[in-house]
Nanobody, 118 residues
């Protein structure tokens, strides 16, 4: 599956953004999907994940209560709704897919930059 994330941009602290990740190929609906982010000088971290059928989700403590992951298998798209954004959320955000694991990913898309100004 090929992935393309978009929807990033510049937003003020306290604002919201919704990231989308469009997938090509017929296997999207059988893949678990994840959102990662990588801030400058830091490692890439998993912040949210959703199982192939949407039945299980994971959200990292750092964004819990502010970020929500969802998917629409009919549209081959996974979303990350980000509310109450903070400057420390500034990062490149990536989506990823994997058929076997909710936490360990092997297919990656290009990232989209989110910048939160204070």
């Amino acid at each position: 599956v090929q992935l393309q994330a978009f929807g990033g941009g510049l937003v003020q602290a306290g604002g919201s953004l919704r990231l989308s990740c469009a997938a090509s190929g017929r296997s999207f609906s059988t893949n678990h999907m994840g959102w990662f982010r990588q801030a400058p000088g830091k490692e890439r971290d998993l912040i949210a994940a959703i199982s192939w059928n949407g039945g299980n989700t994971y959200v990292a403590d750092s964004v819990k209560g502010r970020f929500t992951i969802s998917r629409d298998n009919a549209k081959n798209t996974v979303y990350l709704q980000m509310n109450s954004l903070k400057p420390e959320d500034t990062a490149v955000y990536y989506c990823a897919a994997d058929r076997d694991s909710l936490y360990d990913y092997h297919s990656w898309g290009q990232g989209t930059l989110v910048t939160v100004s204070s």
